[in-house]
C-alpha cells in the first residue's frame, strides 16, 4: 500500500472520544449519527436533554460556558469537539479549545460574524458580489423610522420591507412587513422595546423578496466544499407560513425545487465567492455554513447566512445519511475534505415535524410530563429528536418552546408525511401542538410538475 493510503487509512481507523456542544434537538440529531460510528469510544454532550441522554453521556455545562468546555475537554483529553449552537461559536469556543491544542468543528469567532452581525452579513455579500436583498444599516429607531416615513409617506402605504435585528435572536429577529405601521411597529420592537435584547442595538431594513425559500448547506475546510442535499424549512408559526417567525417548525429533504443545475449555480455565484472572500479578509471560514435563499425570479439571493447545522434542518439530513458523520467532521477539521470520498445518502426523502409547547414562540410553561415516546419510537422509519426536554424523576418533561422534532424516512414525500404525523398523534402532554402543513407546498409542486409532462 502506497505510503499517503497507508497514512490515510491509519487516521480514518484512529478511535476517537467526542464532546457535542448544546441542548437542541440539532445537537440530539448529531449525538446519535455520530453514535453510529465505529471509531467512537465514548461521546458526551453538554448539558444535553433527555434524547441526548439515550444516546451519550450528558454533562452539566452550559453551551455559553466557555471555560468550563475547554476545561472539560482537556481533562477528558477529548479528540473532537462538535459545536452545534450559535451562541458558543459567537463567543470564541474554537477558538479558546485551538489554544489548547483541542480539535473542534465550527468556524472561529470571527468567521461566525457571518451569522452573528446581520450587518457585517451584508457587508460582506457586497464585497463579494453575491447577490442579496438591497437594505440600509441603522443604529437607533430613531433614524430607522424616519427612513421608513420618508420611503412610505402616506400612513396606509404598502412596505413590503424586512426589518431584522442585527444579532442572534433565535431565529425570531426577523419581523416581515407588508405596511408602513408594520415596519414602524417592528422598529419600535426591535430598537426601543429590546424585544430581542443587544440583538437590536443595530438593525438592518432590507426588500423583501418573494419567492420559495429554501436551505443549502455546506461542510467546508476552506478550500473544499461539500454541499448537502437541499431542504426547506418553515419558519412562520402557523399552518399556511403564518403568523409569527420561530425557531422552525419543521424541514423536509431533499426539496423539489432546487435542481442539480441550482446547486451548480448557488455554488458558483454565491457559496465559494463568500467562503474566498472570508479567506482573503483572513477570517478563513471552517464548518458548517448554511445559506438561507429565496429563489427569486431573477435567481437565489441570500437571505441570511447561519454558520452551523440548522435546527430543525438537521434532523431530516441526517436521518438521510448514510456515510460516516465522524470521518467528515474529522476531515473538515483537518483541512483534508478532497482527501474523502463523497458521501452517501438515503434517496428517500425525510421530513421533521416539530411538536412545540402551547404559546410558543411568545411565553410558555415548562414542566409538562411527555407519554407516547415509546409508540412513537416504535413505528417504522421513526426517529424522535428532542429539543427542548429534560428527565424529571425517570419522567420526560418539557424544557423548552420547540420540545421534539419527529422526523421520518419515506418512499416518498407524501408517505415520510403520514409516518410522521402518525408518530406526532403517539406522543402527548398538555398544550402540545404543531403545524399540520409541513411538506405541503412540495408535494403540491412535485405532483404539477409531474402533470406538466
Known amino acids: 500500500m502506497p505510503p499517503f493510503r497507508e497514512f490515510l487509512r491509519s487516521v480514518l481507523e484512529r478511535k476517537m472520544k467526542v464532546l457535542v456542544v448544546g441542548n437542541g434537538g440539532r445537537e440530539h440529531a448529531l449525538a446519535w449519527k455520530i453514535r453510529q460510528s465505529p471509531r467512537l469510544t465514548r461521546l458526551w454532550v453538554a448539558p444535553g436533554n433527555a434524547g441526548t441522554a439515550l444516546e451519550a453521556e450528558n454533562v452539566p455545562i452550559a453551551a455559553d460556558d466557555i471555560a468550563g468546555l475547554v476545561a472539560f475537554a482537556k481533562k477528558e483529553s477529548v479528540d473532537l469537539v462538535v459545536v452545534g449552537p450559535e451562541v458558543p461559536l459567537s463567543l470564541g469556543l474554537v477558538d479558546a479549545l485551538a489554544k489548547e491544542k483541542i480539535r473542534a468543528f465550527g468556524p472561529s469567532r470571527a468567521a461566525a460574524q457571518l451569522e452573528g452581525s446581520k450587518v457585517f452579513c451584508k457587508l460582506l455579500l457586497r464585497q463579494a458580489d453575491v447577490p442579496t436583498a438591497e437594505y440600509q444599516a441603522f443604529r437607533d429607531a430613531d433614524s430607522a423610522m424616519r427612513y421608513i416615513k420618508a420611503r412610505y409617506p402616506n400612513e396606509r402605504d404598502k412596505a413590503p420591507v424586512v426589518v431584522k435585528a442585527d444579532g442572534l435572536a433565535s431565529g425570531k429577529g426577523v419581523i416581515v412587513c407588508s405596511r408602513r405601521d408594520d415596519a414602524l411597529e417592528a422598529i ?4 426601543r422595546k429590546n424585544e430581542f ?6 438593525l438592518i431594513i432590507e426588500e423583501r423578496l418573494e419567492g420559495p425559500e429554501v436551505s443549502v448547506l455546506v461542510i467546508t475546510d476552506g478550500k473544499t466544499i461539500l454541499t448537502l442535499p437541499a431542504a426547506q424549512d418553515h419558519k412562520a408559526a402557523f399552518d ?3 403568523g409569527p417567525n420561530t425557531g422552525g417548525m419543521g424541514a423536509y429533504s431533499p426539496t423539489p425545487v432546487v435542481n442539480p443545475e441550482m446547486i451548480e449555480t448557488i455554488e458558483d455565484h454565491i457559496l465559494v465567492p463568500t467562503i474566498h472572500t472570508m479567506k482573503r479578509n483572513r477570517k478563513p471560514f471552517r464548518g458548517l455554513l448554511y ?28 436521518m438521510r445519511l448514510q456515510s460516516d458523520l465522524l470521518d467528515i467532521l474529522e476531515a473538515t477539521v483537518d483541512g483534508r475534505l478532497d482527501e474523502i470520498d463523497a458521501p452517501t445518502w438515503d434517496p428517500r426523502p425525510a421530513i421533521c415535524v416539530v411538536m412545540a409547547s402551547q404559546g410558543y414562540p411568545g411565553e410558555y410553561e415548562t414542566g409538562r410530563v411527555i407519554t407516547g415516546l415509546d409508540d412513537a419510537a416504535a413505528i417504522p422509519d421513526v426517529k424522535v429528536f428532542h429539543a427542548g426536554t429534560k428527565l424529571v424523576d425517570g419522567q420526560v418533561t418539557t424544557d423548552g418552546g420547540r420540545v421534539l422534532g419527529v422526523t421520518a424516512l419515506g418512499t416518498s414525500l407524501a408517505a415520510a408525511k403520514l409516518q410522521a404525523y402518525t408518530a406526532v398523534q403517539a406522543i402527548r402532554w398538555p398544550g402540545a401542538w404543531c403545524r399540520k402543513d409541513i411538506s405541503d407546498k ?12
Not at 435584547?197 to 443595530?202: D, F, P, T, V
Not at 445559506?291 to 441526517?318: H, I, S
Open 188 to 191: 419600535d420592537r426591535i430598537a
Open 197 to 202: 435584547g443587544k440583538a437590536g442595538s443595530q
Open 291 to 318: 445559506a438561507g435563499l429565496m429563489l427569486t425570479q431573477t435567481g437565489p439571493k441570500v437571505l441570511e447566512y447561519n454558520v452551523r447545522f440548522g435546527d430543525p434542518e438537521c434532523q431530516p439530513l441526517l
Open 240 to 242: 399556511g407560513d403564518k
Open 442 to 453: 412540495a408535494i403540491k409542486y412535485t405532483m404539477e410538475n409531474a402533470q406538466m409532462f
